[in-house]
């Protein structure tokens, strides 16, 4: 066991990490603080795309994924496009623990959230709805998720399958306001490594989808003997290509963390080089990415924020 515990997120989402960096000194496990950063994040609603009240569809409802990987067992949860229910990360701890299951979606996730004791609440706020509403009034522009350039008299969401045939599919426009997924990975006392997700996607998407973020190997990915990682990013192009798990094989083949990062994320961009994204690794001797990896077309530095509390690494855009 390398100088544990250890905390490394998604974004500057400060109040999570240190949330989950304090569960760990009080002895928590590494699943305990996974799911604490998380839950801060979605109360907090970080950078309005974790938790309730972000992301409205082209219905104006909000839909949570969520994801916890147990990388000492490899027992994972996790909950896609879940609707009324806050706790999208707690969720996913429990179908872990308490099914053998992995991945539960919709109105179905709700409904086992709800026999599990979560109470069901309306995750819509006036912000979700004012976003919406202008969307809607600006004839849906913009226009992230249907491979068509809409002409505003015939589309204007929902989803209309006879303006999408014979086209190709391309990258998603994204950029910082609208995506800020939390991913965190966790190393405890023991040296067990966790990882999880938790989002509300994508805004305006097609009532349904499902992003990267509750996919294992795509979201995150953990494993005791080699590391963990986790991404953030267009998960509509991210799930084709399951980075954290191709980051985690290549630390397993003894590649240092932000080589391993900069890996998946370059197979990526060599299909789809407009990809906007981010991967964040550590391997089990605590080496976590630093500042030479670059995301899509353009070099742009992560941050990386070590201090005697915990340490922080930022992939940005
Ligand atoms: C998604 N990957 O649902 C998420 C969004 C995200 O930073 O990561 N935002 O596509």
Redesign the pocket.
């Known amino acids: 066991v390398y100088n544990t515990p250890m905390v490394i997120s998604?974004w500057e989402f400060t109040n999570a990490a240190t949330k989950s960096w304090s569960v760990l000194n009080m002895t928590g496990t590494a699943i305990d603080a996974v799911v604490a950063g998380c839950t801060v994040c979605e109360q907090e609603q970080c950078g309005g795309?974790v938790g309730y009240g972000g992301s409205p569809d082209e219905n104006g409802e909000t839909s949570l994924?969520a994801l916890i990987i147990d990388g000492s067992t490899m027992n994972m949860g996790a909950v896609g496009h879940m609707k009324r229910i806050k706790s999208a990360a707690k969720v996913a701890r429990l179908v872990m623990e308490n099914t053998k299951h992995t991945f539960l979606v919709g109105d179905e996730a709700t409904q086992f959230a709800i026999q599990m004791g979560f109470k069901e609440t309306n995750l819509s706020t006036v912000g979700s709805l004012n976003l919406w509403k202008q969307w809607k009034s600006n004839n849906c522009q913009p226009n992230f998720w249907t491979n068509v350039n809409p002409d505003p008299k015939k589309y204007c969401g929902p989803y209309k399958p006879n303006l999408l045939k014979n086209l190709k599919p391309k990258p998603n426009i994204?950029d910082t306001k609208n995506?800020?997924?939390i991913g965190i990975i966790a190393i405890d006392h023991e040296g067990n490594i966790a990882a999880g997700t938790s989002?509300n996607?994508?805004k305006f998407k097609i009532p349904g989808r499902v992003?990267?973020?509750p996919i294992p190997g795509s979201?995150a990915y953990a494993m005791n003997t080699y590391g963990a990682a986790a991404?953030?990013?267009?998960?509509?192009i991210?799930m084709r290509f399951l980075p954290s798990f191709h980051a985690v094989q290549a630390m397993k083949y003894g590649i240092y963390p932000t080589e391993a990062a900069q890996l998946a994320i370059d197979t990526i961009t060599n299909y789809y080089p407009d990809f906007s994204?981010a991967v964040i690794a550590v391997n089990k001797f605590l080496k976590y990415g630093d500042d030479t990896t670059s995301v899509g077309n353009t070099s742009k530095k992560s941050k990386t924020q070590p201090n005697s509390k915990y340490n922080l690494n930022y992939l940005k855009f």
Do not use: E, I, K
């Open positions: 998604t795309t994924d994204v995506h800020d997924t989002t996607g994508a992003g990267d973020s979201g991404a953030t990013g267009d998960g509509d991210l994204g």
